[in-house]
């Protein structure tokens, strides 16, 4: 028997799930032809399925040496780089097999996918662009082309790949998940409903797609099926913290009858600091308010960090510092589920404020450095923050930079204030133009500086960040710039907050243009420092 007929018997043996048998043979046929490529290639692919992946990328490496054009040794080669997490190895791979032939769709697919979740979508848009061109029929390619499409902010390009892609497939569910997100992103709402319901028609169990249907129902004040489908988020599995684990059973809003609850936090500072305003009426219903010493308190709440000092002043609850010991408990909760746990609709939101107080020898420590601060007299001390945390989903819609506010620095009557915290926080050393403006971010450590500064401002004016919250739950007047697709908790067609008393929304009418919203929010200030 000659190598190419022992070479065929191995990889029958190999179709037929005789592994080891074909492994021997192509080991043989490697002994007696070291040249003999695709031996080496197939004992490669043999070891990779076998766990043994460090050999079986020297193998490949072997067989790209003896053949250095085998496009099949350089997308095995690629594909198991990827799944050895060698991202940047995998994809010089994948590009010299498609420079060795242009014309494969698939491996550009691929490495659309692998630049995708290495966090460059330029490159990434370029490859499935170019699958996509190659095999316009293809559904997979048209619909990973429109995901890029939506994260650059090409809304219209996007849902007509989308579109395709449900032309090609009816069944896609991603495909109309993408399709509602992408439409809600250009103010369809209604339209993105009916896309999320086919998508879970199609997939009952697609969390993604439950999860956005709940987001637009919140956002439409449809507050009871908003609520319910908003527990979808933990199967989504993409929200930044995961879902905790305990022993003891999840609260279930039934009364607490001595027991012990833990509501624990979740997602980002804004979450958190909405929704604790459930808390001091929990400690209410339960008598915590006449209960005696912190460690009998019946509510606990786990926190971040950053939150600890300003969380501390909500009545009847004791706050523990995440990843410290847990005080004894019965029951738990994440936090976002309380509004639903309460049955919250929009006429019932607890919109009392302040819930939260910043402490007073801050305050005053604070209150000095503001000393003489407002000009012209009896001036207007205006905080402000223009933008979010890069690592926010949505942050390059709500983020304006530090650019616009010039032109409220140049009011009479007006005094600028950065408390703006984060990677953009040394713009406040030197603002645009050099406009004035009081920078005391270097020096705000926490929350509870922050909230001591805003004790002594008169407005503050920000982007949807979690200063906004902050702002709302100690009662400080607070302007919020709203992107064109808001966040749930703004709601549509309204300048003011069910959730919050004291602020006021000024909406973006046009995604991505912000100069209209920067000028009714100018002429507003004008007015309040002239009255």
Known sequence: ??????????????????????????????????????????????????????????????????????????????????????????????????RLDPAQPAVLNELGLLLERSKRPDEAREAFARAAALDPMEAEYANNLGAMLRTDHRLEEATGCFRRTIALNPQHSGAYSNLGSTVKDRGSFWAALLAFRRATTLEPDFAGA???????????????????????????????????????????????????????????????????RYLPLLAQMVGAEKGGEDGERPILLECQHALLPVLRSLPGVTVVLTGAPLPDFDVQLPVMSLPALFGTRLETV?????????????????????????????????GIVWAGSPTHGNDRNRSIGLAPFARLAAIPGVSLVSIQKGPTE????????????????????????????????????????????????????????????????????????????????????????????????????RERAAG
């Open 350 to 382: 607890p919109s009392r404020v302040p819930y939260l107080s910043a402490e007073p020898d801050l305050v005053a420590r604070w209150g000095e450095r503001l000393k003489g601060l407002a000009r012209d007299g009896g001036g207007l001390k205006v």
């Open 1 to 98: 028997m000659n190598i190419e007929q022992a070479f065929t018997m191995a990889v029958g043996l190999q179709k037929a799930g005789r592994a080891d048998e074909a492994g021997r043979l192509y080991a043989q046929i490697a002994a007696s032809d070291p040249h003999f490529a695709p031996a080496v290639n197939n004992m490669g692919l043999l070891h990779a399925l076998a766990g043994r992946k460090e050999t079986a990328v020297a193998l490949l490496r072997r067989a790209l040496a003896l053949v250095p054009g085998s496009l099949n040794s350089w997308n095995n080669l690629a594909s198991l780089l990827t799944q050895l997490d060698r991202r940047e190895e995998a994809v010089r791979t994948y590009r010299i097999s498609a």
């Open 210 to 276: 439950h999860w956005n249907e709940s987001l637009v129902r919140l956002l439409l004040g449809d507050f009871v099926r908003g609520w319910r489908g908003y527990e979808w988020r933990w199967k989504h599995g993409q929200l930044p913290s995961p879902q905790r684990s305990f022993s003891k059973p999840r609260w279930d809003g039934s009364p607490l009858r001595g027991r012990r609850l833990l509501v624990y936090w979740e997602q980002g500072f804004g979450d958190v600091l909405q929704c604790v």
């Open 426 to 525: 040394g713009q406040a050393a030197n603002p645009p133009g050099g406009f004035p403006l009081l920078n005391l971010s270097p020096d705000i450590k926490d929350f509870a500086d922050t909230a001591a500064i805003m004790a002594n401002l008169d407005l503050v004016v920000c982007v949807d960040t979690s200063v906004a919250h902050l702002a709302g739950a100690l009662g400080v007047p607070v302007w919020v710039l709203v992107p064109f697709a808001p966040d749930w908790r703004w709601m549509l067609d309204r300048e003011d907050s069910p959730w919050y008393p004291t602020m006021r929304l000024f909406r973006q009418a046009r995604p991505q243009h912000w100069d209209d919203t920067i000028d009714r929010l100018e002429r507003a200030l």
